[in-house]
């Protein structure tokens, strides 16, 4: 069971540099939505295109989706990735559904496969952080545990 976050409710404003500077850089996304919509965004949801993936996955598109409260002393947030074509979901949490983890965790599932551990991050900015997840997701995360899942 998850544990509600503790922040009000976010909007565009809070949602915009992350989009701006990190989500609409990233040319292996082809789109980028606040949900449910811009005025009352309560998350961002990425879209990646499958073929621009390495190794490329398909033909359904995978996602990205991102909720965040600021908040004293530390933000809450949740960064998921699920890919409908292999099941593959990884996840960067910083909540407090884990409190033996430390303040942020990882967490995948895969195939009959799951794990979780702790996790720190090099920056404190949200959009920073939001780099470092999409950066380890693309060069570690999906070739370790997604790709590696698929070969079996």
Sequence with gaps: M????????????????PKRDVLDRVPQITAVEYVPDDIEAKQLRAVFDP???????????????????????NDWFRVNYTDPNTGFHAGW????????????????????????WGVAFEHET????????VEELLEDVRPTYQDSNDER
């Excluded at 996955?57 to 004293?72: D, H």
């Excluded at 983890?101 to 599932?109: E, I, K, S």
Aim: avoid cysteine.
């Design 51 to 73: 073929a621009r993936l390495d190794p490329p996955t398909g033909p359904n598109s995978p996602e990205l989706v991102v909720a965040w409260y600021r908040q004293e002393p």
């Design 93 to 116: 949490h910083q909540d407090e559904d884990h409190p033996d983890l430390g303040r942020a965790h990882f967490q995948y599932t895969a195939d009959d496969e799951a794990d979780r």
């Design 2 to 17: 998850s544990v509600p976050h503790p922040g009000g409710d976010p909007n565009a404003n809070l949602y915009a540099q």
């Design 126 to 133: 949200p959009s920073l952080i939001l780099w470092e997840i």
